[in-house]
Nanobody, 119 residues
């Protein structure tokens, strides 16, 4: 059974920092591209950051220079270090594991963790 369990969300003041973690089980973690997405009410889920199996990263323009995604292939965990947080970063953050093979896609999601940036 595949499980992605996010943790680390919460309430933080503007300018503060949080680190999100996503612990996985039931997948060959090292082969997956891992991503963090976020969603606010009434809006589509958007990609925040992703890291490939080889360690390549990409970020949404809105978080470049402030957020850092990383992975630990021993702990089967992906992290999102979020610095200089802004109120507009408030959202539910979701962890995603994605693996593409010819003819099929393996796509798994966590349950989400709330991040609220407010004074």
């Amino acid at each position: 059974q595949v499980q992605l369990v996010e943790s680390g969300g919460g309430l933080v003041q503007p300018g503060g920092s949080l680190t999100l973690s996503c612990a996985t089980s039931g997948i060959i973690f090292s082969g997956y591209t891992m991503g963090w997405y976020r969603q606010t009410p009434g809006k589509e889920r958007e990609l925040v950051a992703a890291i490939t199996s080889s360690g390549g990263t990409n970020y949404a323009d809105s978080v470049k220079g402030r957020f850092t995604i990383s992975r630990d292939n021993v702990k089967n965990t992906v992290y999102l270090q979020m610095n200089s947080l802004k109120p507009e970063d408030t959202a539910v953050y979701y962890c995603n594991a994605n693996l593409r093979r010819p003819g099929t896609v393996f796509d798994h999601w966590g349950q989400g963790t709330q991040v609220t940036v407010s004074s």
